[in-house]
């Protein structure tokens, strides 16, 4: 179990790295379950553009679902999102920063997946092949074939072994049109993609350098107080159970001495030690209101500190500089020795 937990601990400390590596698993799976995915195009007119698109969008869509599950971070913006205003307000720019940030990593795995799918082609010359231009690549005056009849023919173009319209276009050079299509298509979203990570990861701070780090300062601090807000439950849970047993049992120990006439056996010295960690909340009353008033209106971002020595950036506008003796001896020191 420490070993365990040794590695849970690690993985909390180290989350935006673990996610990273979550993403990067789950592009590699993606490539790796395209690749092993056996693709059968119906070869029907009806179909085969719900077919292709399906394959091509679909699990897109699951994989992208799937990164927001996998992020820990989706139920902390979740709460933060339909939380009550109370004594501290919610800051839109930091929701905006924790989404654009979860769905950054989400897109990773889709994009690799519809990367993929159109470099192979198979879905574009699935769902498109009752589109080819056959005035142009094949024969369009056929005499004994109607435009439905065309359809038809044209719909069988990825099924090589019922395709039987030779004489109308040949399968080959319909596939390698079809392909040749779907790889440009494929090669233009990669550089797509590409421009739009770099224009996020790289200009977006430039242009708005203050924001994007008060954004994540916010999103660092809402995460870590999430985190220290459930050790401290945890905490006081563990104490407030270890003292309502050991008052269960110095209760039964003294029944059973008023039964047995047994001396009664000393309390653990650890038992004012759990009771210190109680923090005066000793019953589940005051606990379940405690957690009700964190929920509703959280304590304002505001510690009271004392006031700071000037001289240093911190003093407010306005007021004179004030030296503490301290202050004036390290400076005369220091004069001293030049």
């Known amino acids: 179990m420490d070993k365990f937990r040794m590695i849970f601990q690690f993985l909390q400390s180290n989350q935006e790295s673990f996610m990273n ?3 990067g698993i789950m592009a590699l799976a993606s490539a790796q379950m395209y690749s092993a995915f056996d693709f059968s195009c119906p070869c029907l007119p009806h179909y085969n553009l719900a077919y292709g698109l399906g ?3 679909v699990p897109p869509f699951i994989l992208f679902l799937l990164g927001f599950v996998l992020n820990n971070n989706i139920s902390m913006l979740a709460e933060e999102w339909r ?3 109370g004594q501290r307000g919610k800051d839109r720019a930091v929701l905006r920063y924790m989404f654009c940030s979860m769905a950054q990593r989400a897109m990773i795995a889709p994009a690799v997946w519809v990367s993929v799918t159109l470099l192979d082609g198979k879905c574009i010359t699935c769902a498109f092949c009752t ?3 056959v005035e142009t690549l094949g024969n369009a005056n056929h005499p004994s074939l109607s435009q439905r009849e065309m359809k038809q023919v044209l719909a069988r173009i990825p099924c090589k072994e019922i395709y039987d319209g030779q004489e109308l276009i040949a399968n080959e050079v319909a596939i390698r049109y079809l392909r040749c299509i779907s790889q440009a298509l494929g090669w233009c979203f990669v550089l797509l993609m590409t421009t739009l990570v770099f224009l996020v990861r790289s200009l977006r701070p430039c242009f708005t350098q203050a924001a994007f780090l008060k954004s994540r300062y916010w999103s660092h601090y809402i995460d870590i107080e999430r985190k220290l807000f459930d050790e401290t439950c945890a905490e006081h849970a563990r104490s407030f159970a270890k003292v309502c047993i050991q008052q269960f049992f110095e209760g039964m120990s003294t029944d059973l001495v008023a039964v047995h006439c047994h001396p009664p056996r000393k309390a653990p010295a650890d038992a004012g030690e759990a009771t210190e960690k109680l923090l005066g909340i000793t019953d589940q009353g005051t606990m379940n209101m405690a957690l009700k008033s964190w929920h509703r209106c959280k304590p304002p971002l505001h510690l009271h500190p004392p006031a700071l020595p000037s001289g ?15 202050h004036r ?3 005369a020191a220091y004069y001293s020795r030049v």
Do not use: K, Y
């Open 131 to 133: 589109s080819v231009p």
């Open 55 to 57: 394959i091509l969008l």
């Open 329 to 331: 001896r390290e400076t």
């Open 21 to 23: 590596g979550i993403c």
């Open 83 to 85: 939380r009550p205003q």
């Open 312 to 326: 240093n950036g911190w003093a407010a506008e306005g007021q004179p500089p004030t030296h503490t003796p301290v």
